[in-house]
């Protein structure tokens, strides 16, 4: 009993240590020692005991699956409850707890166990006591994360809560905004169409008034083209009379108003200067009773504050505004005037009539000086053109022979004054064939120019003829040069012929001459000079002249 007393108190005490601990080196020998005698002693008495008394391995190992089943039981019915709190979870651990010493206690009362088996209980108890912290720490956690989202749900309620109630309110507010709205466009639908119908009533009165305007407005203008006719009916004199009577009246207000400024002046004057001398007046006597006297140079230096005189020379005149009288006041002198001017109208369409007929005349007049003109204006361009045609002709032919002047040499001079002397002649024929006198031996440029100054004279009244008989005269004129010109061409032609003709019969009587010796070559044919062909021509030219001037 003593041994299985100290053997008690020795795993009582051991299982009070900590077993992660490791002991010392002579506790690590007592107690192999300790467990080499306990197991002997245990082989000993289990030798002498029976069957059912002694335990084994399984047994062992029993125990401690029955401890992990109980854990996981417990541990299963405390996190699956639904209606788990601290308390009950508490009850449940310490059941739990009572449950396992139990079957430990149990298993120890059915057999001692030796240090070995003490420590692994131990470290079982640690490792359950291990587990069951970390359980409870997961419950814990758990229980943390229930709650978190219990508290997030609970606020997920209330906000679903608080935005259905501002969802209602806000409804309720967009339905009272809709209806006020709505009252609001009828309002204005309302006012609307009294506005309408009060701008419809405007517009009417409007056209009314604007076609009583135009009424008076062209009544207006009828009046005033009635009264501008009457005023220029009436006589100047009476408009200068009535601006003289109304600067009279504008002087006589203005003279009334210089009058009335005057007066209210004098007046203003008057107050002012009594009421300085009742100031000095009471400043005199305020002076007497303090004692004193009041000296000159005071009264001097004190005058009256006057008021400014009026400009009187800036005073303008002023109009009353009034409109001239009429002139007209009674019937019979418009009639008077109408009948004036009804006589002054006749006379003035009786001029108008002669007048009229005179400028008929004068245009009837103007017409047929107009033709008679065109035409002398006619005749003489045809006659200037003529003229300068011949004078171009009489140029080239100055041309001419002043070129033949310049090539001719001493043997033409002799002809050129024959020519001149022939041409002075022709001239003098001529000139004594149109009346003139040639007695005095006139020049050959003298009488040329007298021919010209009588060809223009003739030329102008040829002008003054009847057109008619000018085209019937030039037509026989040119017929009679035609016909001498033609006339003289024959006779040439025939005096040509003649001079062949008897060229030929002398060549046809002379001996043929016969050619003896080798022939003669041909000599080179010179060149013919142009200027004895010019001069050939010219002359021939000067001989045509004359014949047509004889």
Request: charged share 40%; hydrophobic share 30%; aromatic share 4%.
């Amino acid at each position: 009993m003593d041994e299985s007393h100290d053997e008690a108190l020795a795993g009582s005490s051991s299982a009070d240590r900590n077993p992660f601990i490791l002991p010392a080196d002579e506790e690590v020998f007592r107690m192999r020692q300790e467990e080499k005698s306990r197991k002997a002693k245990e082989r000993v008495a289990r030798r002498g005991q029976k069957v059912w008394q002694k335990t084994t391995k399984s047994a062992v190992s029993g125990r401690s699956a029955k401890i992990g089943d109980l854990l996981k039981n417990t541990g299963a019915a405390i996190v699956g409850g639904e209606d788990s709190t601290p308390g009950k979870r508490a009850l449940a651990n310490a059941e739990m707890m009572h449950q396992a010493a139990t079957m430990i206690t149990n298993d120890r009362q059915q057999e001692k166990e030796s240090m070995a088996e003490f420590i692994s209980k131990k470290r079982e108890m640690f490792l359950v006591q291990m587990s069951l912290d970390t359980k409870r720490e997961e419950i814990r956690k758990l229980e943390e994360k229930a709650r978190m989202k219990e508290e997030a749900l609970r606020k997920s309620e209330q906000m679903l809560e608080e935005d259905a109630i501002r969802f209602d309110t806000f409804l309720k507010e967009n339905d009272k905004k809709a209806h006020e709205a709505i009252k609001k466009a009828e309002r204005e639908t309302k006012l609307k169409t009294d506005k309408a119908q009060e701008i419809k009533k405007l517009n009417q009165q409007i056209q009314m008034v604007q076609s009583d305007m135009s009424k008076h407005r062209e009544a207006l203008e009828d009046c005033l083209r009635y009264k501008e006719f009457l005023d220029s009916l009436v006589p100047p004199e009476w408009f200068e009379e009535q601006n003289q009577i109304k600067c009279d009246r504008q002087q006589q207000r203005r003279q009334a108003r210089i009058k009335q400024k005057k007066k209210s002046y004098e007046e203003a004057k008057k107050k002012v200067l009594a009421e300085f001398v009742e100031e000095e007046r009471r400043r005199d006597e305020a002076l007497a009773k303090q004692g004193r006297v009041k000296k000159k140079s005071e009264k001097k230096a004190r005058q009256p504050d006057l008021p400014p005189p009026p400009k009187l020379d800036q005073e303008p005149l002023t109009s009353s505004e009034e409109d001239i009288p009429m002139f007209f006041t009674k019937q019979e002198q418009l009639l008077d005037i109408f009948q004036a001017l009804e006589e002054q109208n006749l006379f003035f369409i009786q001029n108008s009539q002669e007048t009229e007929h005179a400028l008929d005349e004068l245009k009837q007049n103007f017409g047929k000086v107009q033709k008679t003109m065109d035409t002398k204006t006619q005749a003489l361009r045809s006659n200037i053109r003529e003229l300068v045609d011949s004078i171009d002709v009489e140029e080239a032919k100055a041309e001419q022979l002043r070129k033949r002047i310049a090539a001719s040499t001493g043997d033409t001079l002799d002809r050129q004054e024959e020519l001149l002397k022939q041409l002075n002649k022709e001239v003098k024929h001529v000139y004594e064939r149109c009346g003139f006198d040639a007695s005095s031996s006139p020049t050959t440029l003298y009488m040329l120019s007298d021919l010209e100054a009588r060809l223009e004279d003739l030329l102008s009244d040829i002008g003054q003829m009847p057109e008619e008989y000018v085209a019937k005269a030039e037509k026989e004129k040119e017929k009679k040069r035609r016909e001498k010109k033609r006339a003289e061409q024959q006779a040439l032609q025939e005096r040509m012929q003649e001079e062949r003709n008897r060229k030929a019969i002398e060549r046809s009587l002379q001996a043929p001459r016969k050619k003896v010796g080798r022939p003669v070559m041909f000599r080179s044919r010179l060149q013919k000079r142009k200027v004895s062909k010019n001069k050939d021509m010219s002359h021939g030219e000067d001989l045509d002249e004359i014949k047509h001037l004889t």
